[in-house]
């Protein structure tokens, strides 16, 4: 891949260029031992920080999912009208956020984590209401990410 393909990756999915170029370097310097000193650089940590720049940017999307289901279901579930439009705001406020952080290459993983996300919210939901929830998210994942 060229450099304006890595540029491109960076500007679209930034959570995957962080996965592309973690392991790009990791197999630079496994390969090629003489370049882990190149100016001395501390390759293993700054592999682990881009690393961590992408997990960042997942449990960001996770929590902002968390908060969106959980507002959701408070609207659907919890008998207190008074509270509908505030929740409805929030759903909104959850999403925009969420929107500027997903990158295409977390969909995978969501999907993956999606029932343990949706329990998330759920005992979120319960520890403030006494209600019946769905065993199940009511909300399709594709319906809460865009």
Known sequence: MTNLG????????YYQWTIEQADALRKLINTNQGLKHLDKLDWDNIIEEIEALGRSEYNAVVSLLIRQ???RLKIDYVPLKDCYRKWQGEVMVFKVNMSRKYSPSMKLKLTENFEGIYQDAVKIVKAEYDVDLPEECPYPLEELLF
């Open 6 to 13: 890595f540029l491109n990756t960076y500007e679209t999915d």
């Open 69 to 71: 289901i959980e507002h």
